[in-house]
């Protein structure tokens, strides 16, 4: 009896040990830097955040979110007391998602779709003989934004990620890349 009982549990534990595990839900957070140039402006700078989903499949769903600002100022002057100066500043966020492609336990490939949303602040000072005028505006538009990239894995936990974004929002064209680095857990 005790052979029985023994030779069962031995069996079982052997067969227990050789049920394929269940690959659990991966997630992916990264962090990093953003830079683009907008059209008619200079560059932006700013923060690039994005999360992917990855399930027992090598197809999931990867979410962006950036924000950039930048400042331009001008000034000039002309003989008789005529000066000028404006200080323009941008700033652009964009919300987006798309699927990503698991090609290898190291690579993955992204494309991305949603909404950028670009604010232009404009103060303008004029200065004559009798006469000083400041004028300030501002325009906010929303346009498609766009974009493309790749996820490296170099070891298990770490992702580092190089993607590109760009968007048309009103007249203004803006093309620009991001670098970040984060955890797969």
Known sequence: MK?????????????????PVAQADTHSVSVGYAQSRIEHFK?????????????????????SFSWQSGKRGESGGIPG???????????????MAGPAVRVNELVSLYV???????????????????????FTGSERRTGF???????????????????YEGSKVGAAKLNGVNVGVG???
Do not use: C
């Open 183 to 185: 955890y797969r857990f």
């Open 145 to 163: 934004a766009w974009g493309a990239g790749v996820q490296f894995n170099p070891v298990e936990n770490v992702v580092i990620d190089l993607g």
């Open 81 to 95: 007391g005529m000066s000028w100066r404006d200080d323009v500043k941008a700033t652009y966020w964009s919300l």
């Open 43 to 63: 560059d932006i700078r700013g923060v690039n955040l994005k999360y992917r989903y990855e399930a027992q499949t090598p197809l999931g769903l990867m979410a």
């Open 112 to 134: 991305l779709a949603g909404a950028g949303t670009g604010r232009a602040e404009v103060k303008e000072h004029i200065s004559m003989p009798g006469y000083n005028g400041r």
């Open 3 to 19: 052979k029985i009982v023994l030779s069962s549990l031995l069996l079982s534990a052997a067969g227990l040990a050789t049920v």
